[in-house]
């Protein structure tokens, strides 16, 4: 059983509407992915499948997979019996041939794992030529500025307490500095086409939005990447 096991219906309906996920990431990660209208696309850690959804809904066909079980039975409802989900762990062998997606999206997964050399290595495997990687992973400035006495460069563990849909939920996972990401996504194989750190959706609902940002334009919270094989 996973972390996520324990509350992927909670998650799974705070994140549908959130305006962390619905009017920031997921937007942001669209944006990013480009047309992908008859192309393959892989979401790596997929969760409930909401953007699993959106890109199909964009005429992509779309695979997914999940560590969580519970969160794949969630993508399962969302998307359809013959859809193509599987539990798998992006710390493993991904059960895919090589040079299988035009598309790889991992939103908000790769935070989880201590070492990103086994699944960068496996999703560039599974791309094929002139595909691209898109990823999103909460931005390493957010952590100094949160825990301003711990080591920003230290490739650290820690949890954090949520509420997701009214239910408590811990969250563990890893913190690494910007340059921990980028040797990593160049030991893998990869250059990075796009640093992104977009502004919330421009249909947020304004009541979404926190009281105090004043005039600024967007907000550190997570960041985004578009890796092509180099
Ligand atoms: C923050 S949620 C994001 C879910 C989805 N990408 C989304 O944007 O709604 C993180 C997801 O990563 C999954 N996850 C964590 N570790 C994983 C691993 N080693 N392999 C595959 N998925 C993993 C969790 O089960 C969870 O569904």
């Known amino acids: 059983m996973t972390d996520y096991d324990a509350f992927a219906t909670a998650y799974a309906a705070e994140t549908e509407t959130s305006l962390l996920n ?4 997921r937007p942001a ?5 480009g047309d992908v209208a008859g192309r393959r696309v892989l979401d ?6 909401p953007l699993t959804a959106a890109l199909r809904d964009r005429g992509a066909i779309v ?8 969160m794949i039975d969630l993508a399962r409802e969302r998307l359809g019996a013959d859809a193509d989900l599987s539990v798998a762990d992006l710390a493993e062998a991904l059960p ?9 999206v991992s939103s908000l997964s790769l935070h989880y794992l201590a070492d990103w050399n086994p699944p960068l290595t496996e ?3 599974v791309l094929r030529p002139g595909g691209r990687l898109v990823v999103s992973v909460p931005h390493p400035a957010a952590y100094m500025f949160n825990y301003p006495d711990r080591d920003y460069f230290a490739v650290t563990q820690y949890s954090e307490e949520f509420e ?13 500095p910007l340059h921990a990401m980028t040797d990593a996504f160049t030991k893998a194989g990869f250059r990075i086409e796009v640093v992104s750190e977009p502004p919330w959706a421009p249909d947020t609902p304004p009541e979404l ?22």
């Open 29 to 33: 990660m669209l944006g990013l992915s």
């Open 22 to 25: 619905a009017w920031y990431c």
């Open 164 to 176: 997701f849909d009214g239910r408590a939920a811990v969250l563990t996972y890893w913190h690494r």
């Open 123 to 125: 999703i560039r495997r």
């Open 96 to 104: 895919y041939d090589d040079r299988t997606f035009d598309l790889v």
């Open 44 to 49: 790596a850690g997929c969760g409930s499948g």
């Open 63 to 70: 695979s997914g997979f999940d560590l969580s079980a519970a």
């Open 209 to 230: 939005l926190p009281a105090d940002l004043g005039d600024r334009t967007a907000f550190v919270c997570f960041l985004f990447f578009v890796l092509e094989p180099s």
